[in-house]
């Protein structure tokens, strides 16, 4: 495989001082976290998505959730005080983040979002999460996703 890319993600991580190991695989379209889980020979639990969602004003945010569960959109909009919240549409999500879908990142977005994660996420001993590119997680502790990020833990998990 080729060298690991130097993303918006990455130099922000460096940046602030936040400790990461960088993990590359053959990206699949539509594979999501189970092929990355999958190829890197990782738990799909600990592997974090990051979703582009906007509430019914059309006000864009992340969320955060464990590779193998899905985000409850009725829970989610009832703890951020939202009438209704869902996905963006890739060529939304990819505006708003500064990354193509399948490649978002939490870290250095292209405008600065509201982020929330999935509490349980925050208790787990080390996360993958991408970094910024198609095919590219990053390693790091979920305590420094707090370091590196407003975000605003939510119960929000169902099992898919």
Known sequence: M???????????LREV????????????????????ARELGLDEHAVV???????????PFVILMHG??????KE???????????PCRPE???????YFVGGTSPFGLRKALPV???ASILALERIWINGGSRGF???LDPRDLEKALALTPVQVALER
């Open 17 to 36: 001082g936040i400790p990461f190991t960088e993990h590359l695989y053959r990206y699949e379209e539509h594979g999501g976290t189970a092929v990355s």
């Open 68 to 73: 193998d569960r899905e985000v409850s959109a």
């Open 2 to 12: 080729s060298k690991a890319p130097s993303t918006p993600a990455t130099r922000l």
């Open 137 to 139: 997680l990053i390693g």
């Open 49 to 59: 998505k990051t979703l582009v969602f906007e509430d019914d004003r059309g006000r």
């Open 92 to 98: 939304v999500a990819n505006r708003h983040s500064g």
């Open 76 to 86: 989610l909009a009832r703890q951020i005080g939202a009438r209704a919240v869902g």
């Open 116 to 118: 929330y994660a999935e």
